[in-house]
């Protein structure tokens, strides 16, 4: 009888070991890298209220992105997709790209991200620095097809968009969610009243959404998004066809259709932020906080004080957690330059005066932009 026992050939068992590499060097990296700072602030309008903020900047590659970028790399490489000496590809408008490159440096690969033209150049150098090369688009939404066409090349397509969603264990295994939740342990109001956060790929409020179920807490997720986005168009309808109504300034959020690792049945509220208010908040988070924080920051600043508002009215006590998601230094050419601003017809003025008195009355002032 013929013996129908196969070796595994020496070229797949060559693959496996690479692998098995690749894997050891992100999880040595997970384990050398801490945690995230929750920072704490009292703000004068709103007593019986505590504001946090996780400082995702602190992380190597310097945003929200770092997790995101290490849960796709090992996505790809436990599902067969990623193999030695392959080139690496993904759409990102600036941070995921950045946090892609420094993991593909890492594992010594070479990472190509696809971006929108009108990226903040200090993100696309930031890429190129690591070693990445920047693929540019003029039109934004052609971003995905360029993309594509890099991967039927051969490339490895990361897929934040696509994959997001799934790439992360919400369950646990130290995601976002869960570190929020074990910082806030000893906190006199542990468990949060709101989290509040952007909808990038969708793959962070799809893990805090999933987590606070899991974990059976009242908490409700917030999503703070720029005015008309994918997202909310979405949300509002639950129509996954939706597209945005306006475009936006702010980078990483605010996309322009609806994405896949969008979940819709998680999120509890959408607030909707005009640019100038985002702009705006930033210049308050660097008063408050003493650093600056990117658009995204911003945006979610906006949305804690309107949440903060309404419980101030209806005499609630409680705590309310956001992110600080990237540093506002990648944006000194654009959202933090005066010409800048200037040249698109922007005046924050107005809305950094009005989100300043939010903050010492606890009352909300519309409209900010």
């Known amino acids: 009888m013929e013996n129908t026992l196969r070796l595994i050939d020496p070229p797949r068992q060559a693959t496996r070991h690479w692998v098995h590499g690749a894997l050891d060097t992100l999880a040595q990296e997970a384990a050398r890298s801490a945690d995230t700072h929750l920072l704490k602030l009292a703000l004068a309008g709103f007593p019986g209220i505590d504001f946090y903020f996780k400082d995702e900047s602190a992380h190597p590659s310097g945003s929200l992105k770092h997790r995101l970028a290490r849960s796709l790399y090992l996505y ?30 890492l594992l010594g690969l070479s990472f190509t991200a696809v971006m929108p033209a009108c990226t903040a150049p200090r993100k696309i150098r930031e890429v190129q620095a690591l070693g990445g090369t920047c693929d540019l ?37 130290n995601n976002i ?14 468990v949060p009243a709101w989290i509040v956060c952007g909808a990038g790929t969708g793959g962070t409020s799809a893990t805090i959404g999933r987590y606070l179920r899991y974990r059976r807490l009242d908490t409700r997720l917030c999503v703070a998004e720029p005015a ?37 049945d998680v999120v509890d509220q959408v607030v909707e932020v005009p640019d100038t208010a985002s702009i705006a908040a930033t210049r308050l988070l660097e008063e408050l906080l003493g650093r600056r924080y990117g ?31 990237d540093p506002g230094e990648r944006y000194a050419e654009t959202l933090f330059d005066p010409g800048w601003l200037a040249a698109r017809g922007i005046d924050i003025a107005p809305a950094r ?17």
Do not use: K, Y
Not at 78 to 98: F, K, M, P, W, Y
Not at 356 to 363: F, L, M
């Open 76 to 105: 790809a490489l436990c599902n067969g997709r990623l193999h030695e000496g392959q080139a690496v590809v993904d759409a990102s408008s600036g941070s995921t790209a950045i946090s892609e490159a420094w993991f593909a440096r």
């Open 137 to 173: 688009v003029d039109d934004p939404s052609q971003v995905h097809a360029r993309a594509a066409a890099h991967a039927a090349r051969g490339a490895s397509h990361l897929d934040q968009f696509g994959r997001a969603e799934r790439a992360t264990d919400w369950r646990g295994n």
């Open 177 to 190: 969610a869960e570190s929020i939740i074990q910082q806030m342990v000893r906190e006199p109001q542990p």
């Open 228 to 264: 008309g986005s994918g997202f909310v168009q979405g949300w509002r309808t639950r129509d996954r066809e939706a597209v945005a109504q306006r475009p936006t300034l702010i980078e990483g959020i605010g996309r322009p259709r609806v994405e896949p690792g969008f979940l819709f």
């Open 295 to 325: 658009g995204s920051s911003g945006t979610n600043l906006v949305a804690c004080l309107q949440l903060a508002s309404g419980m101030r009215a209806r005499g609630e006590r409680g705590s309310i957690v956001s992110l600080l998601c």
């Open 353 to 369: 005066e009005a989100l300043t008195r939010c903050v010492a009355s606890g009352r909300w002032l519309p409209p900010l932009g």
